[in-house]
């Protein structure tokens, strides 16, 4: 049997980074990622050690990234009785695909228009009539 998702969207908020008690690295986050109908769907991911650090320090609200990853399925009860089940992905591999900086920059055209260098045709070109010669073949 697999188990394994592989998503691309956009970041929900700031990623936080937290320590559990053994000083492990974490960060939890949503991801938005648009279905087949062109709606958005919200996906909780969690993403450890190293890549949670880098992950923290590198990408913000809005970074474009690709999550691959397993399903997992926490399941708890309410103070009321209720059983609840939460999916969520615990990522395996994230790939920065932008980040809030880069995005930013991509939205601003540069609306300088391009000029072509000016060339003076004007002069007459006259061949050397002993190019024959010079040539290797």
């Known amino acids: 049997m697999v188990n394994e998702v592989f998503l691309m969207g956009r970041l929900g908020k700031d990623p936080e980074v937290k320590y559990t008690q053994a000083q492990k690295a974490f960060c939890q986050f949503s991801l ?24 923290g320090k590198y990408c913000k609200k809005g970074s474009l990234i690709f999550v691959r990853g397993s399903l997992m399925v926490d399941t708890y009860t309410t103070k009321d009785g209720r059983q609840v089940r939460n999916t969520k992905v615990a990522a ?22 391009y000029v072509a260098p000016q060339t003076d045709f004007s002069t007459d070109f006259v061949p050397d009539n002993d190019t024959e010669e010079d040539l290797p073949f």
Request: aromatic fraction near 14%.
């Open 32 to 55: 938005a990622v648009e279905n087949y109908k062109g709606e958005t769907d919200w996906f909780e991911i969690t993403v450890w050690d190293k890549q949670a650090e880098n992950f």
């Open 92 to 113: 395996r591999e994230i790939k920065f695909l932008s980040h809030q900086q880069n995005a930013q920059q991509s939205h601003k055209r540069n609306t300088t228009p």
